[in-house]
């Protein structure tokens, strides 16, 4: 498939995921997705959250701004879908549980990341954010808990993933209680997602903080 091909291929399919209505029974649908083929980072989380379902733009709060701390990016990097591809597991808000908001429904997961995958052909890094990402992408995340997934990252990574704790202000705990997390693996994620861009000369400009 050639490239321009490809560009239409994953056009038409955003524009499909978009117009998605297959959970219109269980929840409001507004999906929410950023991709190109010419993305080189792909992020991988579990659901918008309240503030994005209102705005449309992924990321869009508190976790966000966290998250691209974490990555060392600017808002200018993260948003532009020719660098970052951000796939949730599932692209609609789900609505609020007991603690938190509600699991993302497999049927998108299901439905939809299969072909998206298969489109992102230039993505060298996979940021698994939170467990649900990493229970769908880590083969031995089945036997393995949110803590061990990202204490492993050594081994993951060498395959191209990244498994990260939700950025959430309310993990403010685990970060207390893992304080490898930012000694040790954040200085690597940071000089890994370095790297990536600094084959597009994006890492000469202010992009890369």
Known sequence: M??????????????DIRACRLCQAQ???????????DARLLIIGQAPGSKVHQTGVPWDDASGKRLRQWLGISE???????????VPCAFCYPGKGTQGDLPPPVVCYEQWHTAIMASLTKVEMTLLVGRYAQARYLVRSTQSNLTEN???YSEHSMKGYWPLPHPSPRNRHWLRNNPWFEQRLLPE????VRRIFSDDGISSSNNLT
Do not use: G
């Open 76 to 86: 200018q990097i993260f948003y532009d879908p020719h660098c970052v591809a951000i």
């Open 189 to 192: 994620l940071q000089q890994a």
């Open 150 to 152: 990202v204490a492993n």
């Open 27 to 37: 929840l409001v649908p507004r999906p929410v997705i950023q991709a190109s083929v």
């Open 2 to 15: 050639t490239a321009d091909h490809q560009t239409q291929s994953l056009t038409k399919l955003l524009s």
